[in-house]
Structures are given as structure tokens and as C-alpha cells.
């Protein structure tokens, strides 16, 4: 798409004209005034997808300002930018940019497309709300340590289920086939006769208000499905006939009057067959179809001579030849007009049933993410399960308290054999609230701050999360400073980087965020880079008062804890080194191994 589209006049315009025409009364001006007064970033964007949208005919979508939402409500979810999802690997690992090696990657067993973007959806925007979030940590304990069947049964119904929710997006937009209309209202059909059956052990066995409620639910929000079903005819759907795809035609007036046409002019050409049998004197003769070509009188060569003059020859071989006599040639072009009018007609009547299906496009897509709600339940019950992961204590207090917590990522990567080093956190707002790390490199500093960040992140999803024991307070954003790199395309340097990134970290963060820097002013001079750290922590320590994680290589920063004791403590990270000497082949000498283990 040209760059033109994205600046702001030419975008402004563009909006303006697409809205003015949806206009029509006072709620429609004033949804025209909130669009004009979006930001400048917004209006480019808007404009822009306003313009790929035309192409598809799909503009409509956007006329209704009203529906607009905002992506994500600081009061509804915690403030993750784009920043600390790329620091912390939510979604994907900074090496080769793939899901492997991310925390997503970790929580993912989902059965489901949309149960997997709603997991994505999760992790992105975890919970602040202490009653949303222990719902799902009820409902994952309860998945995880119930022995009734029904969790088994619910599971093995999503591993079969099609991707429902892009299905339904499709059919709201008219862009679906037959075969994919029947293939997801048929699916939904089955989901909703095994979620009926399973109510009474549902009501029986499951105690999660989450989990009822959603399950519960489902039967009735798929209610709608059974008379689009009972409609369709399978075999003209699989192959995607219109024409023959619906059953009963009591709802469909203009297929069963063109068909009523069709099927009169067919008679009316049978009828004429009597009168032809009278003139070639051939009281068995029949009509041929050759090649998609119908209604041919078919006569041998060498009775050729008793065909009128006016019949019209169609074709002819060594043997016969192939007439259509006059009334034939008018009446088979109208019957091919018909049922080229009925084609037009069905792909209307089509359009329609589709728009009709429609209406109850939001109870479907309510029971969508229903289910993959459920799917995102039994994935973190499964995570939780497989590693030995503990419910974490969610509280209104900030405090951040975590016994022998493990890298959710990297307690995956290394397995059994190399188990990774378990560290402790106490972070609290009335004692100690930030953490002054050093150590040497290599040594895991990043990966330990980046564990406190991502055990913060799955305890606010509902997650249970890799420790002994946890206890978190709400967190209301996590805001990172970490790694080295320039940005080219903008023109900034390393250093430049670094300003920009901590400049907006103090513009947002509240005393209910968790902030994490790593190694500030490493990308200017000893001095300039001492000043700078000391100078944003102790304003991070008076001021924003937040829970921090601080990372330096700078001794005169670690003199912060003097000033600001007990609020601020200082902690190393420290190694063991196993030398393990072991003889080699003669000649060849000694060589010494040496295991280093990472502890704090």
C-alpha cells in the first residue's frame, strides 16, 4: 500500500468522506465527531484499512463508530508494551523470532485454533482483577486434581473440532463456500448434542463457577444451528451446488417458482417426443445427450431423408446424425435461460440464507470463545501438571514473594538432565522493594529478573506458575529496560535507545508496577553511565516507588542501599565451579572439566 494513504491530510480526508456518508441522525454525528477527533496515529491507520477493506467489499464492517473498542483498557488488564514482550520472549524468542523458546510456546496444548489465540490473547493481556483471576486459577485446580470423566470427554471433543471462529468470520462476511458453511454449522451441531449430553455430569462433578457457566452455556448458545442443518442438502453442499442445496423450499418461494418453471418446460419438450415418434415413424424413439448437448433426435444415415426440412442438425457420425427440431431449439434455449436464471437466483437466495445465518452471529461467537476458554483451562492444567507448578496467592498488597522459582522457558529447555537452579524473591512495599543485582556475565542475572517478570505474568493470567510457593500482588504494568541495540531505521543509537526506552518507563509506571532494568547506561561512558543509573534507581526508590529489579556492573549504585535501607538490598549472583579431572588416552595429557552452576 503506497505511503500516501498514511499520511495524516490525505488520511483525514479519507475518513471524513467514508463517515459523512453514515450520517443520518444526532447518534450518527456525534460517532462522526469521535472519529474526527481520534489521534493522528489512529486516523492513519483507520484510513488505511478503510482503503484494503474496499478491495474486498468488506468497508461496511467499519461504518458503526460505536462498536469501536479500544485494543486494551489499562483498567481491565496489565500494560505489557511492545518493549517487554520482546524482552521477555512472551511470544517469541529473540534469537530466530519462532514461538519455540517463548512463555506462549510453554503454556501452549491447546486443541484448537481459536482456544490457541485466545491463550495468545492471555498472555498479552494478563488479568488485575482479583476475582477474574482466581476464577481461572479455580478452574485450572479443578481440571487438575478432578477424577471424573467429563474434563476427558470435553477435551476429546475440541481435539476434533475445525476452526470455528475463522468459519463463522467467514460466513459473517459472506466470503464462505457450501462446504465450509456445512462443515461448521454441522460441527457446531455435534458440539452441541455432546455438551447436552454431558450437562447432567457437568452438573454433578464440575464445582468452578468459570467452568459451569461456560460449559453449561454452550447447549443453548448453539440452539440456533439445528434448523440451518435440517435446511441443507449434504451432497449438494460437499460439492457446492446451489441449486439443489436446500431441502425444503417453503422458505425459499423464488427457487421452488423458477423450478416450477423448469420443470414445466422440461414436460412440455417430453410431451413433444410423442409428436417426433409420429414423424420418423418410430414409436421407441428417445432423446440423446451427447457432450452436455440435451434433447437430440438422434436418426440413422440412412433414414435421413424422412426428417423435415426446418429440423436443425447438431451433429452427426459415420452412422447417425443428431437433430433438433424447432419447437425443440425455442424450448431448450428457454429451459437453458431458467436455469441460468435459477443459478443467479440460488447465489441470492444464498447471500440471503447467509445474512439470515448471520443474526445469530454473536450467541455463536459468545459459545467460541466459551470453548476456547475451556481450552485455555485444560492447557495451563496440563503445563501445570507435567512441571510441578504451584498455585500462586494473588493479593491487592505489592508484594512479589516467590520461593525456589524456576524460568518457566528455560526449566523446559534443559529438561531433566540440567535442571535449572531454583531462586528465591521478597519484594514487598513494606520492606524491601527493590533489588540491586550484580554479578558476573553470563552468570544469569537476566534470567532471573526475566523468571520474577514471567511467574508475575502467569499468576495474573491464572496460571499456576514454576515454584514452591508464590505470593503476588496485582501488578498494573511490567516495563522493561534490557539488551543493546541501535535502531537504524529511526536513526538512533544505542545510548539513544536506552534514554528513549527509560524515559517512557517513568512516564508510566505507578507505584503498583513492576519495573526491570538491566544494565542502564552501559551504552555511554563509565562515568555518564554511573550517573545515569544512580540517578534513574534513586528516582525510581523516591518517587515512583514501584517494585524494581535493578542489574549493574556499577559499583557506586550498589551505595544505594545506605541511603534508602530497607527498602533497597543489594544481592549477588554467585557460582560454584565442580572440577571433575579425568585421565585422557597417553600422549594426549590432562585436561581439566569444569562445571560452572549458576546459584543466588
Same mark, same amino acid.
Not at 335 to 340: A, D, G, H
Not at 449 to 454: G, M, P, T
Not at 465 to 471: F, I, K, S, Y
Not at 576 to 579: S, W
Given at each position: 500500500?503506497?505511503?500516501?494513504?498514511?499520511?495524516?491530510?490525505?488520511?483525514?480526508?479519507?475518513v471524513?468522506?467514508f463517515?459523512a @456518508?453514515e450520517?443520518?441522525?444526532?447518534?450518527g454525528?456525534? =460517532?462522526?465527531s469521535?472519529?474526527?477527533?481520534l489521534?493522528?496515529?489512529?486516523?492513519?491507520?483507520?484510513?488505511?484499512?478503510i482503503?484494503?477493506? @474496499?478491495?474486498?467489499?468488506l468497508?461496511?464492517?467499519?461504518s458503526?463508530p460505536?462498536?469501536?473498542?479500544q485494543?486494551?483498557?489499562?483498567?481491565?488488564?496489565?500494560t505489557?508494551?511492545?518493549?517487554?514482550?520482546?524482552?521477555?520472549?512472551?511470544?517469541?524468542?529473540q534469537?530466530?523470532?519462532?514461538?519455540?523458546?517463548?512463555?506462549?510456546? +510453554?503454556?501452549?496444548?491447546?486443541?484448537?485454533?481459536f482456544?490457541?489465540?485466545?491463550?495468545?490473547k492471555w +498472555?498479552?493481556? *494478563?488479568?488485575?482483577?482479583?476475582?477474574?483471576?482466581?476464577?481461572?486459577?479455580?478452574?485450572?485446580s479443578?481440571?487438575? #486434581?478432578?477424577?471424573?470423566?467429563v474434563?476427558?470427554?470435553?477435551e476429546n471433543?475440541l #481435539?476434533?473440532?475445525p476452526?470455528?471462529e475463522?468459519?463463522?468470520?467467514s460466513?459473517?462476511?459472506?466470503?464462505?463456500?457450501?462446504?465450509e458453511f456445512f462443515?461448521i454449522?454441522? =460441527?457446531l451441531?455435534?458440539l452441541?448434542s455432546e455438551?447436552?449430553?454431558l450437562?447432567?455430569?457437568?452438573?454433578a462433578h464440575v464445582?468452578s463457577?468459570?467452568l459451569?457457566?461456560f460449559?453449561l452455556?454452550i447447549?443453548?448458545?448453539?440452539k440456533? /444451528?439445528?434448523?440451518y442443518?435440517k435446511?441443507?442438502n449434504?451432497?449438494?453442499a460437499?460439492?457446492?451446488?446451489?441449486?439443489?442445496?436446500?431441502?425444503?423450499?417453503?422458505?425459499?418461494?423464488?427457487?421452488?417458482?423458477?423450478?416450477?418453471?423448469i420443470?414445466e418446460?422440461?414436460?412440455?419438450?417430453?410431451?413433444?417426443?410423442?409428436?417426433i415418434?409420429?414423424?420418423?415413424?418410430?414409436p421407441?424413439a428417445?432423446?440423446v445427450?451427447v457432450?452436455?448437448?440435451?434433447?437430440?433426435?438422434?436418426v440413422?444415415? =440412412?433414414?435421413?431423408s424422412?426428417?423435415p426440412?426446418?429440423w436443425?442438425?447438431?451433429?452427426?457420425?459415420? /452412422?447417425?446424425?443428431?437433430?433438433?427440431s *424447432?419447437?425443440?431449439?425455442e424450448?431448450?434455449?428457454q429451459?437453458?435461460?431458467?436455469?441460468?436464471q435459477?443459478v443467479?437466483?440460488?447465489?441470492?437466495?444464498?447471500?440471503?440464507?447467509?445474512?439470515?445465518?448471520?443474526?445469530?452471529?454473536?450467541?455463536?461467537?459468545?459459545?467460541?470463545?466459551?470453548?476456547?476458554?475451556?481450552d485455555?483451562?485444560?492447557?495451563?492444567?496440563?503445563?501445570?501438571?507435567?512441571r510441578?507448578y504451584c498455585?500462586p496467592?494473588l493479593?491487592?498488597?505489592r508484594?512479589i514473594i516467590?520461593k525456589?522459582g524456576?524460568h518457566?522457558?528455560?526449566?523446559?529447555?534443559?529438561g531433566?538432565?540440567d535442571?535449572y537452579?531454583?531462586n528465591?524473591?521478597?519484594l514487598?512495599?513494606?520492606?524491601?522493594?527493590?533489588m540491586i543485582?550484580?554479578?558476573?556475565?553470563?552468570?544469569?542475572k537476566?534470567?532471573y529478573?526475566?523468571? +520474577?517478570?514471567?511467574i508475575?505474568?502467569?499468576?495474573?493470567?491464572?496460571?499456576f506458575?514454576?515454584?514452591?510457593?508464590?505470593?503476588v500482588?496485582?501488578?498494573?504494568g511490567i516495563f522493561?529496560r534490557?539488551?543493546?541495540a541501535?535502531?537504524i531505521y @529511526?536513526?538512533?543509537?544505542?545510548?539513544?535507545?536506552?534514554?528513549?526506552?527509560?524515559?517512557?518507563?517513568i512516564?508510566?509506571?505507578?507505584?503498583?508496577?513492576?519495573?526491570?532494568?538491566?544494565?542502564?547506561?552501559?551504552g555511554? =561512558?563509565t #562515568?555518564?553511565?554511573i550517573a545515569?543509573?544512580?540517578a534513574t534507581?534513586?528516582?525510581?526508590?523516591r518517587? +515512583?516507588k514501584s517494585?524494581?529489579?535493578?542489574?549493574?556492573h556499577?559499583p557506586p /549504585?550498589?551505595?544505594?542501599?545506605?541511603?534508602?535501607?530497607p527498602q533497597?538490598?543489594?544481592y549477588?549472583?554467585?557460582f560454584?565451579?565442580?572440577?571433575d579431572?579425568? @585421565?585422557?588416552?597417553p600422549?594426549?595429557?590432562?585436561?581439566?572439566?569444569c562445571q560452572?552452576? /549458576?546459584v543466588?
Open positions: 500500500m503506497d505511503n500516501i494513504y498514511f499520511e495524516y491530510s490525505h488520511a483525514f480526508q479519507a471524513t468522506e463517515y @456518508k450520517i443520518v441522525d444526532i447518534k454525528s456525534q =460517532s462522526f469521535g472519529i474526527i477527533n489521534e493522528k496515529p489512529v486516523i492513519c491507520s483507520l484510513a488505511a484499512i482503503r484494503y477493506l @474496499k478491495e474486498f467489499n468497508e461496511k464492517m467499519l458503526k460505536e462498536n469501536f473498542k485494543l486494551s483498557s489499562e483498567m481491565e488488564f496489565m505489557i508494551n511492545g518493549t517487554t514482550l520482546r524482552n521477555l520472549e512472551i511470544l517469541q524468542n534469537t530466530d523470532m519462532k514461538t519455540k523458546g517463548s512463555l506462549l510456546w +510453554v503454556l501452549d496444548h491447546t486443541k484448537t485454533s482456544g490457541r489465540r485466545k491463550l495468545k +498472555v498479552t493481556q *494478563p488479568l488485575l482483577k482479583l476475582r477474574e483471576i482466581n476464577a481461572r486459577l479455580d478452574a485450572v479443578e481440571v487438575l #486434581h478432578s477424577e471424573s470423566s474434563f476427558g470427554q470435553i471433543h #481435539h476434533k473440532l476452526d470455528i475463522r468459519g463463522l468470520c460466513i459473517y462476511h459472506k466470503k464462505c463456500s457450501t462446504q462443515l454449522v454441522k =460441527s451441531y455435534h452441541k455438551f447436552q449430553a450437562i447432567p455430569a457437568v452438573n464445582q463457577e468459570l459451569q457457566t460449559i452455556e447447549p443453548e448458545l448453539l440456533p /444451528v439445528d434448523h442443518l435446511i441443507l449434504e451432497q449438494a460437499k460439492i457446492g451446488n446451489k441449486t439443489e442445496l436446500f431441502k425444503d423450499l417453503s422458505e425459499f418461494p423464488l427457487i421452488r417458482k423458477r423450478k416450477d418453471e420443470q418446460v422440461t414436460e412440455k419438450i417430453q410431451i413433444h417426443l410423442q409428436e415418434r409420429k414423424i420418423l415413424k418410430n421407441s428417445q432423446y445427450t457432450s452436455g448437448q440435451e434433447f437430440m433426435i438422434e440413422k444415415n =440412412s433414414a435421413i424422412c426428417i426440412s426446418d436443425v442438425k447438431v451433429g452427426s457420425t459415420k /452412422v447417425v446424425s443428431r437433430f433438433h *424447432p419447437f425443440i431449439v424450448h431448450y434455449r429451459l437453458n435461460q431458467l436455469r441460468e435459477l443467479l437466483d440460488c447465489n441470492a437466495e444464498w447471500l440471503d440464507f447467509l445474512e439470515n445465518f448471520s443474526q445469530h452471529y454473536h450467541s455463536l461467537c459468545k459459545a467460541v470463545h466459551h470453548l476456547a476458554t475451556v485455555c483451562i485444560f492447557s495451563l492444567a496440563k503445563v501445570a501438571k507435567q510441578d498455585r496467592t493479593q491487592e498488597e508484594k516467590i525456589n524456576r518457566p522457558v528455560i526449566d523446559v529447555l534443559l531433566e538432565q535442571q537452579v531454583p528465591s524473591t521478597n514487598s512495599e513494606d520492606s524491601e522493594r527493590v543485582i550484580t554479578g558476573p556475565n553470563m552468570g544469569g537476566s534470567s529478573i526475566k523468571q +520474577v517478570a514471567l508475575t505474568i502467569m499468576a495474573q493470567i491464572g496460571s506458575v514454576p515454584a514452591e510457593e508464590a505470593t500482588g496485582i501488578v498494573d522493561t534490557m539488551g543493546a541501535d535502531n @529511526k536513526g538512533r543509537s544505542t545510548f539513544m535507545e536506552e534514554l528513549t526506552d527509560t524515559a517512557e518507563i512516564r508510566k509506571a505507578t507505584s503498583q508496577s513492576l519495573v526491570i532494568l538491566d544494565e542502564l547506561g552501559r555511554t =561512558s #562515568h555518564d553511565g545515569i543509573a544512580y534507581l534513586e528516582y525510581f526508590i518517587d +515512583v517494585l524494581t529489579l535493578f542489574v549493574t556499577y /549504585v550498589c551505595e544505594l542501599e545506605k541511603s534508602y535501607s533497597v538490598g543489594n549477588h549472583m554467585g560454584l565451579v565442580n572440577e579431572e579425568s @585421565k585422557q588416552d600422549g594426549k595429557g590432562w585436561r581439566q572439566c560452572v552452576l /549458576v543466588h
